[in-house]
């Protein structure tokens, strides 16, 4: 089985910025289809991101549009969340998915379709 592990959480302060990465020992990530997700104490895990195996075609949800980027490094077997100008309701533990995916050119933030699950990395925000 697939076993994301996600690094890079912290502590930040409004503005600042992380980089979060996900990686999985002995499979080949450039198969799957990747996403973000997060959850803040007391609220639903949310969608945050998500990029295709092969094509790279990238979504994201409304409230991180222009400030997250999420990119791959397939050679390093890598997906990173490159999270810019944090806001305080950023504060959450943010979670690495992963599905097989036959189709390159696919990715989604619906939490039901992802079959892997990382353990989670938490972003702590700082007044």
């Known amino acids: 089985q697939l076993h994301p592990v996600e690094a890079g959480g912290g502590l930040v302060q409004p503005g600042g910025s992380l980089r979060l990465s996900c990686t999985a020992s002995?499979?080949?990530?450039?198969?799957?289809?990747i996403a973000w997700f997060r959850q803040a104490p007391g609220k639903e895990r949310e969608g945050v991101s998500c990029?295709?195996?092969?094509?790279?075609?990238?979504a994201y949800a409304d409230s991180v549009q222009g400030r997250f980027t999420i990119s791959r490094d397939n050679a390093k077997n890598t997906v990173y969340l490159q999270m810019n100008n944090l806001k305080s309701e950023d504060a959450a533990v943010y979670y690495c998915?992963?599905?097989?995916?036959?189709?390159?050119?696919?990715?989604?933030?619906?939490?039901?379709?992802?079959?892997?699950w990382g353990q989670g990395t938490q972003v702590t925000g700082s007044s």
């Open positions: 998915a992963g599905r097989w995916n036959p189709q390159p050119t696919f990715c989604t933030l619906d939490v039901s379709y992802y079959t892997y």
């Open positions: 002995g499979f080949d990530l450039g198969s799957y289809t």
């Open positions: 990029i295709s195996s092969i094509a790279f075609v990238t």
